[in-house]
């Protein structure tokens, strides 16, 4: 969608450069519409994948109203319903994008600072358990990405592609997984880690031992991977020179999410 980028940067460049100059000039940025326009075409999986999101589609009653309410302003405006404590899940405690903390009420961001429900479970949880609660809960959260109606359906060592997990589905779970687990994780997590198993096998050795309450043992520093003989930096360059064409499309996306206006 490179080209609709384009035009609407240029509108919103536009609206902007008529107010520098002392004249109006309205550019506003729309939420999907529920009953007409891109997203009214839309699957029944996408638009389940916004309300998971916390996005809403704008009814047409109330998006007239908003064009009439913005009509006598000059700018660039964002006109979209959010359900904010849903929204702001998908970031870990302490990377909100500037642009959204204003939007946060003070009582919805008051539990910023307090683990995820998973991490409660984990620290709570005997030793034993705690495997097969992290595959339970790795397949719980591809499964609502993938928009299955049970985690059962997730076979933990089919890779995700055949699953039909698309870039736009990769860097969903990323996001899903940053705000449960708490931390920031590759932008190629899901093609680093095509599988449950593979997935499983990496929060549990390079994420959750640093989870973990600050008595338990502390975990066995692992050595930075080598890939085809190379250290760690020449393995990540070669990760990128050999990704797929979705691959780059999941990390460039991943990176434009991750701007800070």
Not at 229 to 238: E, F, Q, V, Y
Request: charged share 20%; proline share 6%.
């Amino acid at each position: 969608q490179g080209n609709y980028a384009a035009a609407n940067g240029f509108m919103d460049g536009l609206a902007e450069y008529r107010r520098g100059q002392g004249l109006p000039g309205l550019s506003i940025n729309w939420g999907p519409w529920s009953t007409g326009g891109m997203a009214a075409t839309l699957s029944d999986r996408d638009r389940l994948r916004w309300d998971a999101q916390g996005i809403q589609a704008i009814a047409l009653d109330s998006g007239l109203q908003a064009l009439g309410d913005l009509l006598d302003r000059s700018g660039q405006v964002g006109a979209i319903p959010i359900d904010w404590p849903t929204f702001m899940r998908q970031f870990p405690p302490g990377n909100v994008p500037p642009l959204f903390e204003a939007f946060v009420a003070a009582d919805a961001g008051s539990d910023s600072g307090l683990r995820s429900d998973f991490l409660v479970r984990w620290d709570a949880a005997p030793a034993g358990d705690r495997q097969s609660l992290l595959v339970e809960h790795l397949r719980l959260q591809i499964s609502k990405v993938l928009g299955l109606s049970s985690p059962s359906q997730v076979d933990v060592r089919e890779g995700f592609a055949n699953l039909g997990m698309d870039s736009l589905m990769a860097v969903e779970l990323r996001n899903r997984l940053q705000s449960s687990f708490g931390c920031s994780v590759s932008a190629t997590l899901a093609f680093d880690y095509p599988t449950v198993e593979d997935l499983a096998d990496y929060f549990a050795r390079e994420v959750l031992p640093a989870a973990t309450p600050a008595d338990a043992p502390t975990a066995v520093r692992v050595e930075e991977p080598i890939a085809n003989g190379k250290p760690h930096a020449d393995a990540t360059r070669l990760a990128v020179e050999e990704m797929t064409e979705s691959e780059a499309e999941a990390l460039l996306l991943s990176k434009l999410d991750g701007l800070r206006f």
